[in-house]
C-alpha cells in the first residue's frame, strides 16, 4: 500500500474543472481548454505523498523550471503560455501555476542518466547493465558513464513505481520514429543541462523528462531539471564510490528510514509528520539548487 497520507480535496476554482491531483501538482482545465498547473508544496518519498509539505517548493520548482525552458527554447519547445493567475484563483497560487499547452502527452518517462546511481547501480550490480544496455566492468556508485544514456521507464499511476523498460519495448508501444526522436531530445537536452550546470559546480547525475506532440511538434512538458526530478551533487565533493550528497529530497528519505523517525518502510502504515529541522533544511536545499544553478537570490 502507497500513495497519499490523505488526498486533498480539489480546491474549486470559477471556470476550471480540475482533472488530476498528482503527487505534487494539481492540474485543471480552463474554458479555453488550455491545462493550469499548479505545484503545490506537498512532497513524496518512497512512493508515499507525505502529511508535511516544504514551504516555498511549489514556487522553487514553478521559478526553476522556467529557468530551463528559456535555456533550452532553441533544442526543444515548451508547453508554458503564461504564467498569469487564471482570473478567481486564489492568491497563493502565484509563482507556482503555469498555464499551458493541451498536448497528447507520450507515455514514458524519458530518463537520461550521465552516472551510475539509484536503480541504474541495482540493475548494474546485478547484470552489468542499465535498461539492458551494457556498461563497462569496475564502475561503482557514483561513477561517470562513459556517455549519457537513454533508460526510459513506463509512467506509474500514484502509488506505483514507474517501471524501466528497454528502448525496444519503447519503440514497440510508440513506434520506431517517436522513440528515436525521444531518445535524441533527451540526450541532447541532458547534454545541453549538465553543461550548464557544471559550470555552476553542480553534476547532473541524471534526470527524467516527459513529452508530448502539438500536431506533429514534439514538445516538453510537465517540470524540467528540478530536484523533484533530477539528481544534482555538489562537485567539489563528488566521490565515487558512496551515496553523493545532493540537492534533493534525499534528506526525507535518509530521515524517514533512521531510528528518529520510528518508520518501517515494509509496514503498510503511513509515514509520520516530518518534523520541524527536516522541513527546514529540505527547504533549504531546493533554494540552494536554485540560487546556485539560476545565479538569481531567492525571494
Known sequence: MSGFVEKPEPLEVPGLVHLHTGKVRDLYQNEAGD???????????????LPTEIPDKGRTLTQLSLWWFDQLADLV??????????????????????????????????????????????????????????LPEGLVDGSELPAPIFTPATKAAVGDHDENVSYEEVARQVGAETAAQLRQTTLAVYGRARDIARDRGII???????????????????EVLTPDSSRFWPADVWEPGHAQPSFDKQYVRDWLISAESGWDRKSEQPPPALPPHVVEATRAKYIEAYERLTGASWS
Open 204 to 222: 547532473l547525475a541524471d534526470t527524467k523528462f516527459e513529452f508530448g506532440f502539438e500536431g506533429e511538434t514534439l514538445v516538453l512538458a510537465d
Open 77 to 134: 519547445p515548451n508547453h508554458v503560455l503564461s504564467t498569469e493567475l487564471p482570473p478567481g484563483a486564489p492568491d497563493d497560487w502565484a509563482g507556482r501555476t503555469l498555464i499551458c499547452k493541451s498536448l497528447q502527452m507520450v507515455p514514458v518517462e524519458c530518463v537520461a542518466r550521465g552516472y551510475l546511481t539509484g536503480s541504474g547501480l541495482v540493475e548494474y550490480d546485478e547484470a552489468r547493465t542499465v535498461c539492458g544496455l551494457a
Open 35 to 49: 491545462l493550469v498547473m499548479v505545484a503545490s508544496d506537498r512532497i513524496s518519498a518512497f512512493d508515499w505523498v
